[in-house]
């Protein structure tokens, strides 16, 4: 493991479900679905889409909990903080009472489920998606081990793999999972 690279690794931008920033959520649950139908079964289906701008780079990603956070556009009120979203209102020791009754005082999920799924797949991606921190970029060249301890560090699912400054794959934390699992009953 000590000699394998990220790049070793990592899960090519061609081979990973992308679309434009101006694509709809819809579009963009259609080719993370085309996506999981072409890969083998061995392997971990993507749970996230890429999103790439209009000069073909990638400028962020669209993962479940942003299309679930998406369904409902009042979550909005609470702000956009990555930080925030990442650390959970129930590690500040709030209580499941006062997690419930933001959902009463700020009206979430007031009208029915299919109508907020109906009015939030035509939403654009760029209205929803999320964009990458600092610290969720990895160098191709990297070894295994200081990709793990990155993942470990700053908790993340997925970490955008660069090459010159340029976004040319993505390397999963399931990935990384099956190969420490994998050297573990290694015989």
């Not at 340029?166 to 994998?182: A, N, P, T």
Request: net charge negative; with cysteine.
């Amino acid at each position: 493991m000590d000699t394998k690279t990220v790049k070793d690794m990592m899960i090519p931008l061609s081979e990973y479900a992308t679309v434009n920033e101006t694509d709809t959520l819809q579009t963009a649950i259609k080719t993370l679905y085309h996506s999981q139908k072409i890969l083998s079964c061995n392997e971990y289906k993507h749970r996230a889409v890429l999103v790439f701008d209009d000069t073909g780079n990638i400028c962020g990603k669209v993962s479940p909990l942003d299309v679930l956070r998406s369904i409902e556009p009042k979550y909005s009120q609470f702000g956009q903080s990555a930080h925030f979203a990442k650390m959970g209102l129930s590690k500040f020791g709030l209580s499941n009472d006062f997690l419930h009754s933001l959902v009463k005082n700020y009206n979430l999920w007031d009208e029915s489920c299919d109508s907020l799924v109906k009015k939030a797949k035509k939403r654009k991606v760029k209205e929803i998606m999320s964009t990458q921190q600092e610290g969720e970029y990895v160098d191709e060249d990297l070894s295994v081990p200081e990709a793990v301890h990155q993942f470990i560090l700053g908790q993340h699912q997925s970490l955008l793999v660069l090459k010159n400054d340029k976004v040319v794959g993505i390397l999963r934390l399931c990935d990384m999972f099956k190969l420490i699992c994998d050297l573990i009953v290694e015989e």
